[in-house]
């Protein structure tokens, strides 16, 4: 319950999770603690201007947030599965289901708009149907 606890606290309002949580600084002290977009090491110089491909917009939402493929499918899976469970952590049953349900509404509208090429593609399909799968049975 540990982690559908996390998952609860890391789903942004009205949408899915948040990809990443960081804590600078030596202590990891959770003042310190915030959200950043998708970390992404890799760049690809395109031009002398030092210009990148590939750099997060860091004003959108979708920079940090995440899909279907990247986590949140089973991330609502595994909230559905909390919901069943007898042992609770420190949200009841209600809410780890309101939690997966409100994530699965959010990406079944914006998931495509939050893809690298604005198309899903079968990682997409089976994380979804992994998440809708767990609905049901939760219900």
């Given at each position: 319950m540990y982690g559908a606890d996390y998952l609860v606290r890391v789903q942004a309002k009205n949408g899915s999770f948040y990809r990443s949580i960081?804590?600078?600084?030596?202590?990891?002290?959770?003042?310190?603690?915030?959200?950043?977009?998708?970390?992404?090491?890799?760049r690809i110089k395109v031009s002398k201007d030092s210009s990148w491909r590939?750099?997060?917009?860091?004003?959108?939402?979708?920079s940090y947030q995440s899909s279907y493929r990247s986590g949140a499918g089973?991330?609502?899976?595994a909230l559905a599965l909390a919901s069943t469970d007898s042992i609770l952590g420190d949200y009841s049953a209600k809410e780890y289901l309101k939690a997966a349900e409100n994530a699965f509404n959010?990406?079944?509208?914006?998931?495509?708009?939050?893809?690298?090429?604005?198309?899903?593609?079968?990682?997409?399909?089976?994380c979804a149907l992994s998440a809708a799968t767990g609905l049901p049975r939760s219900m």
């Open positions: 960081g804590a600078p600084g030596a202590g990891k002290l959770a003042k310190d603690r915030g959200t950043s977009p998708e970390q992404k090491s890799y590939n750099d997060p917009v860091k004003d959108s939402w979708r089973m991330a609502i899976a959010f990406l079944e509208k914006e998931n495509p708009r939050m893809t690298n090429d604005g198309k899903e593609n079968i990682l997409d399909d089976y």
